[in-house]
């Protein structure tokens, strides 16, 4: 794996504290099609990193939220009729008013029709794919590896940030592995959804998505560590996640950023 | 601003302190139909106040849920078809069984369709309006000032509860400003909601709807001023709230109240 | 009452903390089709318990997530179209791939038509019904008493756990009363419904239903002690009852069960 272009190690801290100051002072709206599990913790953490969430599915509502949102989220969860018609409606709006959006196809390695939605979805061009390994074999029937990864990004032109325990972000071009994080956020429902939802919302402030993405994820995760020196478990480091996000810094994150 | 007939100033807190006894010694139920991102949250309040929710959406049933509750919310986030049908017949049963309910019109500023169906809903006799200032503005193409609001519900013949850093309750006749509150309260997700919620367990309690609105905007702004002495981010200030909610006392609230 | 065939007192802690060891173990799936106010609770604590949950309600896709999982729990709270094409599907694939399934009929005693729908989930052998003393005397017509239960056991042929303040479960030969718990459970919204998801996820590592809904009724009150002991308030409770669940150990579990 080689350093990324244009973002040595000692520049990924400032990276991700530029993003965080800027969510905070511009407060994006970032709409949400997320699922019904997620839907509470997402908003959560938009409004803790600064960002203003919606969230509203109603296909005759959704285009006028998306027009006026920096940022979109299309999570698959929980997916359903509804859920199916708001995301068109979402994308074609996005596509008419320019604006990002990042596409999570939860839990498609384990339902071949919703698979096939991601795959019509990502010819909508999404700026983000996040997923995790299993999603990724699952979308690509690739094995899950950097060099995969690089060139699906290609392919969709879009970024992909694979999650696992090391996160990778690749536009095909540009890789970063992002080392932040801790094994409690895996014991939280709906962390990876709501991490997506940030990835979003750092799209709205940053254009370079690949950049946006890479801070994004050292963001939550640098937010996980910080919580985990605090937390008696799950239940206390949910909450815990969401103060350090609404409290970190810059020098907290140039401090703990671990991206190569 | 006046100040309100017949709650002078060393009587706000003992409205509260008389509220929040009668939401513990009578339990009362509160059917809502609320957004999907506001449930859970809307739910805990509730029962730390000592109210009893349910939250069924489905038009069959909702009746049946309406009849038997002792106020009822409806607000118009994540507006859709199911909810507006559950809206409907929620209505109809409110006013077939004079159970006294609460409109909270949820980002009409951002939808005309969804502000449409609130001026609707408006002619269905609400006892109470809780709205923000921009949403007011879409409402009553008016600004948001107390002469507004009171005219408003003068014209509309309800109470509205205009929230904001000071949050105003007007009959029309009578006007409260209610000062209590914290800035943490903004960046929890579905705080207004649960709110309005708890505005209409007041509702089951106190007839006088005003009174019942003033009453129970300053229980959730004296549980927010104390969670906030505890929180270290808006995280653990979500727990904390429902906590100081169930354990508020009449002191505390004789104390805190700040109501004019 | 008496002592449980083959479940002495000292073996109660012994079987709660065999329980808790295999769900960290084994990470069951449990397919949970419940209510929009419990999802995200139910999913953390699932997840705090060593169990891995998904939620999709689609009819299309509900089988598929079934017929992988070890477990199925069909909770009635807000239900819906949705929710009844979802359930007839997801019972239809728990037959056919003989995954045990509990049934939480929630507020049939305020919907007759859900009552109804509870009595022809009945009939489709559910592992297991959980249910309070209200949803069991509108089930059955008759009052909750241990030999009611029991005697309903026998007719339907499944185990009938029966929540109170202290729980029963029978089988119709035996009866277990589980007095783990506190009161402050009961202000925490949707932590019976969560509760009934752990005791599916109990019987995807337990083939015996009445060992897995006794251990995992004492699991859940154990762990609702421990909690109750930091806790200020239902806010800090919530958190703490998955923070102890997740910590939950053997010893914890072999000294503070109290199952008779």
Redesign the interface.
């Known amino acids: 794996m080689r350093l990324p272009d244009g973002l040595a190690r000692e520049s990924a801290g400032a990276n991700a504290a530029a993003l965080n100051e800027r969510l905070r002072a511009q407060a994006p709206r970032v709409h949400c099609i997320t ?7 997402t ?2 953490m938009l ?2 990193a600064g960002a203003v ?6 296909a ?2 959704v285009g ?2 998306v027009a ?1 949102s920096g940022a979109l989220l299309v999570n698959l ?6 859920r199916r018609e708001a995301i068109h409606a979402a994308v074609d709006a996005a596509a008419a008013h320019r604006v990002p959006w990042v596409l999570d196809p939860v ?1 498609i390695d ?5 698979a096939a939605f991601a795959r019509e979805l990502l010819a909508r061009a999404p700026a983000v794919v996040r997923l995790n390994h299993a999603e990724f074999a699952a979308l690509t029937d690739a094995a899950p590896t950097p060099d995969a990864a690089a060139a699906y990004a290609r392919a969709a032109k879009t970024v992909v940030a694979l999650s696992g325990e090391t996160d990778l972000v690749t536009d095909g071009a540009r890789l970063a592995a992002v080392a932040n994080g801790h094994p409690l956020m ?5 962390m990876g959804c709501a991490g997506s939802a940030l990835l979003a919302g750092a799209l709205a402030v940053e254009n370079d998505a690949w950049r946006a993405a890479t801070g994004a994820l050292a963001l939550i995760g640098v937010a996980g560590e910080i919580a985990a020196e ?7 480091f ?10 970190l810094d810059g020098p907290d994150l140039a401090a703990r950023a671990r991206v190569t």
Chains 1, 2, 3 share one sequence.
């Open positions: 699922n019904a599990v997620a839907q509470n913790f908003a959560n409004l803790a969430p919606s969230m509203t599915l109603d005759k509502e006028g939220f006026r969860g929980t997916l359903d009729r509804a839990f384990r339902s071949p029709p919703r895996a014991k939280v429902t709906a605090h937390a008696r478990g799950p239940g206390s949910a909450a815990g996640i969401l103060d350090a996000l609404y409290g």
